[in-house]
């Protein structure tokens, strides 16, 4: 099987096949830090972690750069309103990407360059780019000559005569009138009075939003990268002139692959600001929710949810999405925790041990038609919906085992293949970024004495139910109930438990 990728470049599927076999050069284009990770942020990082994951599941070599824009608009002005400075929001709000994104489990890139540790790079490529005859410089700022570049528009499919007939009657303003034409974008710009400025041959100033991430991509991954991700909104016009910047003074296509997730709704509408319906992370799954009785929102069920969408497909968020997703990770949860629920009565050898239930120390049969499955949709196009249903026919059949267990005291099937189904399981799962733990409650010899207690608890309930003291039994069971311990009365006379 081979794996195939949805190119934006191209508009269609395609073979991938990277620069180098075996390894891959992986770029995103990184949040702008000025406020707290969004709804989108968390779809599209939770997405691009999972083609990471998926693509090292697969054997590649990953090299996965993600970016820091630490100089903006939006920053100066967070940092006015909090009568704060640059350095100390774009700090604040990277250490919130980082606690947001491990919450959803994200895996952290290879490396986070910023715009500010990179302003050698970002100058050098401006000035290479004046040398070629595609920038100019006009009082302070600098420009690049959009129509020097004969293939702008090949990534968003858009052409400069078209977007001309469709811009009659722009606003000017004093940087529109600096250009040599409207579709001209800035590379540097001029030093403002109370905004931080860097030196530069063409005077203090900044760097514009599109060059940082072409001089960060070069700078860390080299020319030519495999895959560049992003956002549907970055098509136009950020990424447009990230190729146009890097083509121009290299010759080589930027990146053979550009990959673009779709786009977040809430209740239908997009989902911005000025319609009231912006929502972070942190609000979505700290705050309890009336839809989930009071619950809070599970943060590996915001990432099901997420994955339950292909992510090219836009998603929508709602309250019925919301509940059917937690509810979907309790399915899911219950198949994941299988070996630690069960593993011991099913008479599995290593339930002690402490890697037991750690993916990497688990060897899963490639020929498993369940493992080839989940590799066919992921193949096509990182084909989420596809892997997930592969999962949860798994935890489906490790739920009805352990219902068997529980009220039978066996499975119908034999411990090896239970045993196997988990871990396929689980690891396949962990490429989906999908995990779920026994919570760590008793250390193993206060578990071992709880399981004491618990016993002679039962045994007393068993005295007092032959002694026809009804109350009491009731009373013992509702004592063992409130601990989590679930009884199933067995028609022999013994009693089986488990926690619940």
Known sequence: MSLTLYNTLTRHKETFEPIEPGKVRMYCCGVTVYDYCHLGHARSYIAWDVVCRYLRWRGYQVHYVQNFTDIDDKILKRARTEGSTMEAVSEKYIAAYFEDMDRLNVLKADEYPRATHTLNGIKRLIHELEQKGVAYAADGDVYYAVRKFPNYGKLSGRKLDDMEAGASGRVENPEEAKKKDPFDFALWKGAKPDEPAWESPWGSGRPGWHIECSAMVREQLGEEIDIHVGGADLVFPHHENEIAQSEAVTGKSLSRYWLHNGMVNVDGEKMSKSLGNFTTIRQLLDEPLEILGGDRFHPMALRLFVLQAQYRKPIDFTGEAIAAAQNSWHTLTEGLLFGFEYGQSLGWSDVADTSFGDPTCMRIPESSEAVRRFQSAMDDDFNSP???????????????????????????????????????????????????????????????????????????????????????????????????????????????????
């Open 386 to 500: 596809g892997g997930l249903a592969v999962l949860f026919e798994l935890a489906k059949e490790l739920r009805r085992a352990g219902n068997l267990i529980t009220h039978q005291g066996q499975a119908d099937r034999s411990a090896e293949d239970l045993r196997q189904d988990w871990q396929i399981l689980v690891c396949l799962a962990q490429v989906l970024g999908l995990e779920a733990k026994p919570e760590p409650t008793t250390t193993q010899s206060e578990g071992k004495n709880n399981d004491t207690a618990i016993e002679e608890i039962i045994q007393a309930r068993q005295a007092a139910r032959k002694a026809k003291n009804f109350a009491e039994s009731d009373r013992l069971r509702d004592l063992l109930a409130a601990q989590g311990i679930a009884l199933i009365d067995q028609p022999d006379g013994t009693t089986r438990w488990h926690r619940g």
